[in-house]
């Protein structure tokens, strides 16, 4: 007699879908009136619902919910997890209070950075750490001498973000209750029987929360959040629209802004914290780290390259430009670029060869292909080093957040 | 009548140098002793309505410099890329190879979710050494020992791309050289499976084990080619591996040079130390102002030139240049395809590489029964089935398997290949695909079983090396086929040698015929016509 389970899906056929539809499929179907996807850490993800300036409007003005299911998650547990972070990332991840939550970096021996990612510090012995690509083999090679435990856990988890400044009054409409929850600090709470956290985390430079349940109650969580948003007009948004969020905070995306150094073909396109101007965040007193003695070399002799906000005279995007000084010699590349509606700016972020990446350089220039009607204009723009987020609005930190 | 160059077989490499010579406005011969041409780049009907690929089975070496300069694509080339691949393993498992980066990643996962997540900087790693190598190999390989400003800016050249590297990089570059397979690979992977697939082109045509030190360059030789860009990917050339040097004859033929199958060289003559021509089987005599010998080194000089004419050192030389013997080839026709129960049904799987070995350890044992001078009992395969995708091989319905085996000996514990040891090798091999895909033996509608015995026979390479000679460190580069020759001359003047034997080696690459003929063109300082430079690696 046969079981009246419904069938599980016979695993060598994962070729006829290649990529995965994540647990808030059925609904980000619904929603994707244009049908634009995208793949993103292979799964199928929304590109764009239904309009592009709408959605990264809502952003701003109102309540957004982003699908992140696709990044990469790793479980890291045991009596030696701390000293293993600790080892493997420049950040403190002892001093990482239960609760809390830190973006870091890792790098190799060389010192040049694997990925950047966010690290959850969930219990005393037990962190989630959320990046773009995947590191199994490097993370499971560091732990090689800790008490510890290292499990991809990215299917066992549905992740949504919850970005806008009106996203504690969703949050509050679908009853769950933040007004003391401080950046970078999570809370627990039930939702349908089950888990689930709310961390004050983002990457809109916006206020806004990531909301991490099962995948089984993915879609109670999908439903709640928009029949309690309703009144704040809660649209989802696609990839494009974030894209657009996070450089206007001036936010980098790993395989976008560098080429992480476990794939870089080309030996010339890795970077070091130093030229990616994540260099803030090592904790040179902690103790040894992967990559210290390299970082702590080029620290007393200097890098090559530096990583800045560009502020780029008119109105067209300069994606992927290439950077001059005096009109002639090529100093650097833009890896992203939009006219930011948000600040009414041109902004940038590049990467540019010392000593040209100071704010006191003048005389940058970026070379535009600006496409219209099937012709390329060819433009020569005048680019200043200016301060990253480009966009930064108190709303993003107020503790409790405003109630609008 | 008097030729500018007589070209001694009809192989992939002969005819891509016949054809840059008379482009070039040399009038040019290719002789060939079969009665047709190809060499190992042929197809024959041996079972009507049938088209095999009989010796080399898939393209990715041959370099698209090469056919776009000979206009190939006009006289019919066609590769097409395969979609799929699949390892078999013992119990009814497979582990199948996707073209699609996660459809791949998700099978791997399947069998090591760490190893998974190794393929990438796996796939990066030799991906380096591809990028590092392909550049040199439409080039002729300096000779250190000489100081002609040719040879030291070349030098120069190579320096500088090594010098280019970082110092890891460096350190990587000299021990993949040199390493085995094996070591290579335990330092990415744990699953046997995974592993045992990766081997798979580290020791094809290679009469060494995985476990042999420089192993790893040969996997490296094999993923060097590209199929339009697509590094390290492989394809069908449609309507078999004949396909690709009919065009070479088609391209031939319109530049003017002639082809005489038939009657093979019996003789180069050698007068006043200068190579004039060649006595044919038939007795006629053709007279060459040079000869350009597409046969192996050995055969070359140890079967075809008067040892008298040459040096003893050379001779020596060539003598013990490794040229060994290790595989075998079975060409099937079937009556339907066959049905590997471990996959699911259309899987693109079929549509591409299949194997049966799944550890380094069962490849390793097959090796040592080679060593101890006989076939393996437990043969490992790189099988494919191109009617898969190609509709022109067979008829519909129908379909060619190639199976390439390995290992076979030159020389069954000492002895000469009989029928029987042929017969016997064949049914290791029937026998094998049968536990994988019951039924099959009974679809089998004709075999061609060609042992070193038939290849050396039919195909002229000496024990049967795929490769005209192995591709060891020691013989490669500027040591290829000997120190102090690698320039496609010999010690006879308006001698030269074009195969697999010299750089860059083997497989259906054309860059040792263009190389040979860039050479002769300089050396009788005539104008390269149609001849490209490697393209950019950016």
Not at chain 2, 503 to 524: K, S
Request: net charge neutral; charged share 25%; glycine share 8%.
């Amino acid at each position: 007699m046969k079981a009246e389970k419904t069938m599980q899906p016979d695993p060598r056929l994962h070729y006829l879908t290649p990529l995965r539809q994540t647990p808030f499929h059925a609904r980000t179907a619904a929603a994707n009136r244009l049908n634009s996807w995208g793949p993103w850490g292979g799964y199928t993800t929304v590109l764009e619902y239904e309009d592009l300036a709408m959605e990264h409007s809502a952003i701003r003005n109102a309540a957004t919910v982003y699908d992140l299911c696709p990044m990469v998650k790793y479980r890291i547990t045991g009596p030696g997890a701390a000293d293993y972070l600790n080892r493997l990332t420049v950040r403190n991840a002892a001093r990482l209070p239960v609760g809390a939550v830190h973006y870091t970096i890792w790098c190799d021996d060389a010192g040049k950075i694997l990925d950047d990612g966010t690290l959850f510090r969930l219990g005393q012995d037990d962190y989630r750490l959320c990046c773009q690509e995947r590191h199994l083999p490097w993370l499971l090679d560091s732990a090689i001498g800790f008490d510890v435990r290292v499990v991809e856990e990215t299917e066992d988890v549905a992740a949504l973000s919850l970005q806008g400044p009106c996203s504690y009054a969703v949050l509050k409409a679908a009853g769950f209750e933040v007004a003391e929850l401080k950046p970078f600090r999570m809370v627990d709470f039930v939702l349908d029987g089950g888990g689930l956290t709310v961390s004050r985390t983002g990457f809109t430079g916006d206020l806004g929360y990531e909301l991490w349940t099962t995948p089984d109650r993915a879609l109670v969580l999908w439903d709640l959040l928009f029949e309690a948003g309703a009144p704040w007009g809660i649209r989802p948004i696609g990839t494009q629209a974030l894209d657009l969020a996070r450089t206007e905070a001036g936010f980098i995306i790993t395989n976008l802004d560098f080429i992480p150094a476990h794939q870089a073909v080309r030996e010339d396109r890795v970077r070091s914290p130093f030229e990616l101007a994540l260099d803030w965040m090592i904790d040179w007193d902690k103790g040894h780290f992967n990559g210290r003695r390299a970082l702590l070399a080029e620290r007393a002799e200097g890098s090559p390259w530096a990583f800045v906000g560009l502020d780029i005279e008119g109105n067209v995007s300069a994606e992927h430009a290439i950077i001059y000084h005096d009109k002639k010699h090529e100093v650097g590349q833009i890896t992203a670029a939009c006219w930011s509606p948000t600040v009414k700016r041109n902004i940038a972020l590049a990467h540019v060869r010392r000593p040209y990446h100071s704010a006191k350089s003048a005389n940058l220039w970026v070379e535009v292909y600006a496409m219209r009607e099937l012709q390329y204009v060819k433009l020569m723009l005048k680019a200043r080093v200016c301060d990253r987020p480009f966009f930064n609005p108190p709303r993003r930190r107020a503790t409790p957040p405003g109630l609008f | 009548m008097t030729y500018d160059a007589v070209i001694v077989g009809a192989g992939h490499n002969g005819l891509v140098a016949a054809c840059y010579l008379a482009r070039a406005g040399l009038k040019v011969i290719v002789v060939e002793k079969n009665d047709w041409i190809g060499g190992a780049a042929v197809s024959r009907e041996l079972y009507p309505g049938f088209t095999y690929s009989n010796c080399s089975y898939v393209s990715s070496l041959f370099r698209p410099e090469i056919m776009r300069d000979l206009e190939l694509p006009k006289h019919g080339l066609q590769i097409l890329p395969y979609e799929g691949g699949a390892l078999f393993t013992e119990g009814g498992g497979y582990l199948g190879m996707f073209r699609n980066h996660d459809a791949n990643r998700r099978e791997i996962e399947r069998h090591s979710p760490r190893d998974a997540e190794a393929y990438d900087r796996y796939a990066r790693d030799v991906l380096r050494h591809c990028r590092f190598i392909r550049p040199m190999l439409l080039r002729t390989a300096a000779d250190p020992a000489s100081f002609r400003p040719r040879d030291i800016a070349e030098l120069a050249w190579m320096g500088k791309q090594m010098f280019g590297l970082s110092e890891m990089a460096m350190y990587d570059m000299i021990r993949f050289w040199t390493m085995s397979i094996a070591d290579f690979l335990d330092e990415y992977f744990e699953n046997p499976a995974v592993k045992a697939y990766q081997a798979v082109a580290s020791i094809i045509g290679t009469a060494l084990g995985p476990m042999s030190p420089g192993t790893a360059y040969v996997l490296l030789h094999h993923a060097m080619g590209d199929v339009d860009g697509n590094v390290g990917a492989w394809g069908f050339a449609r309507g078999g591996m004949g396909s690709i040097t009919r065009a070479l004859a088609a391209s031939l033929g319109a530049a003017g040079g002639e082809i005489r199958s038939g009657s093979g060289v019996v003789r180069i003559l050698v007068r006043n130390g200068r190579a004039t021509g060649v006595v044919l089987e038939n007795g006629d005599e053709i007279v060459g102002r040079r000869v350009v010998s597409n046969m192996d080194v050995k055969r070359t000089f140890l079967r075809h030139v008067d040892e008298t004419d040459l040096p003893g050192a050379f001779l020596k030389r060539v003598r013990n240049f490794k040229i060994r013997g290790s595989s075998g080839k079975l060409n099937i026709a079937l009556d339907r395809a066959p049905r590997f129960t471990a996959l699911p049904d259309g899987s693109p799987c079929m549509k591409g590489d299949l194997h049966f070995t799944d550890s380094i350890e069962k490849m390793e044992r097959a090796y040592d029964d080679w060593k101890a001078g006989h076939y393996s009992r437990d043969p490992f395969q790189d099988m494919m089935i191109p009617t898969m995708i190609d509709p022109t091989m067979a008829p519909p319905g129908k379909h060619f398997m190639s199976c390439f085996i390995q290992y076979a000996p030159p020389r069954i514990e000492g002895n000469d290949w009989s029928d029987a040891d042929r017969d016997g090798f064949a049914q290791t091999v029937l026998n094998q695909i049968e536990t994988y895909a019951p039924g099959f033996k009974d679809s089998v509608l004709h075999v061609e079983v060609r042992t070193p015995r038939e290849l050396e026979r039919e195909v002229g390479l000496t024990e049967g090396n795929i490769f005209q000679g192995e591709l060891t460190f020691d013989q490669l580069l500027f040591n290829r086929p000997v120190p102090g020759y690698a320039q496609y001359r010999s010690p006879i003047r308006d001698l030269w040698i074009c195969g697999s034997s010299t750089h860059p080696g083997g497989g259906v690459m054309g860059a040792p015929g263009r190389n040979a003929a860039a050479e002769i063109l300089r050396d009788i300082k005539t104008p390269k016509k149609d001849m490209s430079d490697a393209y950019a690696v950016l």
